[in-house]
T-cell receptor
Framework: AQSVSQHNHHVILSEAASLELGCNYS??????LFWYVQYPGQHLQLLLK??????LVKGIKGFEAEFIKSKFSFNLRKPSVQWSDTAEYFC???????????FGTGTRLQVFP | GAGVSQSPSNKVTEKGKDVELRCDPI?????LYWYRQSLGQGLEFLIY????????KSGLPSDRFSAERTGGSVSTLTIQRTQQEDSAVYLC??????????????FGPGTRLLVL
């Protein structure tokens, strides 16, 4: 079955540190890739997505992700995190011609001032 | 504009009782999804409605779960004879339904269900 793996379950950083969250998926066909974020007490919201074109995708709040097809990966990066980035981050995919999101287990990010 | 809304925000019920959870999608969105977020299973797809097409029920965990969407707008997720393992946050999402690749789904705040 198709799945999404997020290797980091809990990440703790100081402000201004760089961030990279790993995401790998298992599916050999065409996929659409997403990162969603859930800030404390708030809804899930889209951070960025890839569906075609430039594999380096830029999202809101200075986040970016790179789709590497050969590695089945879509890692999320931010060069300098802020305390306000404290949240849970979910990687997700939709498979070609389907619309249901398959989510990873999430990564909890804590940023300390 | 208004986002996806869900009610109730919290629901506590006794094992064996039936519950109904409601979702109001963003106006004009023809696609509607239900997901479940639980400690043991993470975020799981449950069911998907797209316009007048038959819903994709492939994620429903058992026949105790059902959902309907009336008039192409509001949706109700019903869980019959609730069990403790049904305790979770039930999330609804909607999208424009244009069948464009990589379409964004917009999530509601969820209903937190606790089965005692």
């Amino acid at each position: 079955a198709q799945s999404v793996s997020q290797h980091n379950h809990h990440v703790i950083l100081s402000e201004a540190a760089s961030l990279e969250l790993g995401c790998n998926y298992s599916y050999g066909g065409t996929v659409n890739l997403f990162w969603y974020v859930q800030y404390p007490g708030q809804h899930l919201q889209l951070l960025l997505k890839y569906f075609s074109g430039d594999p380096l995708v830029k999202g809101i709040k200075g986040f970016e992700a790179e789709f590497i097809k050969s590695k089945f990966s879509f890692n999320l990066r931010k060069p300098s995190v802020q305390w306000s980035d404290t949240a849970e981050y979910f990687c997700a995919v939709t498979l070609y011609n389907t619309d249901k999101l398959i989510f990873g287990t999430g990564t909890r990010l804590q940023v300390f001032p | 504009g208004a986002g996806v809304s869900q009610s109730p925000s919290n629901k506590v019920t006794e094992k064996g009782k039936d519950v109904e959870l409601r979702c109001d999608p963003i106006s004009g969105h023809t696609a509607l999804y239900w997901y479940r977020q639980s400690l043991g299973q993470g975020l799981e797809f449950l069911i998907y409605f797209q316009g007048n097409s038959a819903p994709d029920k492939s994620g429903l965990p058992s026949d105790r779960f059902s959902a309907e969407r009336t008039g192409g707008s509001v949706s109700t997720l019903t869980i019959q004879r609730t069990q403790q393992e049904d305790s979770a946050v039930y999330l609804c999402a909607s999208s424009r339904g244009d069948r464009v690749s990589g379409e964004t789904q917009y999530f509601g705040p969820g209903t937190r269900l606790l089965v005692l």
